[in-house]
Nanobody, 117 residues
């Protein structure tokens, strides 16, 4: 079992920055992929970014060049640095761990990011 706790959400003006953190408890395997998804009101949950234990990352096209995902394996923590935020980035952001062995997804409860003036 993996429990995920997100932090760092809040209200920010357009063009501003936020840093999200997600701390995992339980065992995180080297093969687990950690990432962030988001869900805006009335929309489906979508991938924002994900990263392997060796730092290989991929991003949604909508956030490339603005968001950076990183991972501290020793702390079992994944971060999302968000810059040049836009109102369209407003959503609940969910931390995710995907375990390929068994095809299991673990989810945090989410943290709200609101981009508004």
């Amino acid at each position: 079992q993996v429990d995920l706790v997100e932090s760092g959400g809040g209200l920010v003006q357009p063009g501003g920055s936020l840093r999200l953190s997600c701390a995992a408890s339980g065992i995180i395997f080297n093969t687990d992929v950690m990432g962030w998804y988001r869900q805006a009101p009335g929309k489906q949950r979508e991938l924002v970014a994900r990263v392997t234990n060796v730092g290989m990352a991929n991003y949604a096209d909508s956030v490339k060049g603005r968001f950076t995902i990183s991972r501290d394996n020793a702390k079992k923590t994944v971060y999302l640095e968000m810059n040049s935020l836009k109102p369209a980035d407003t959503a609940v952001y969910y931390c995710n761990v995907y375990r390929s062995y068994g095809g299991i997804d673990y989810w945090g409860k989410g943290t709200l990011v609101t981009v508004s003036s």
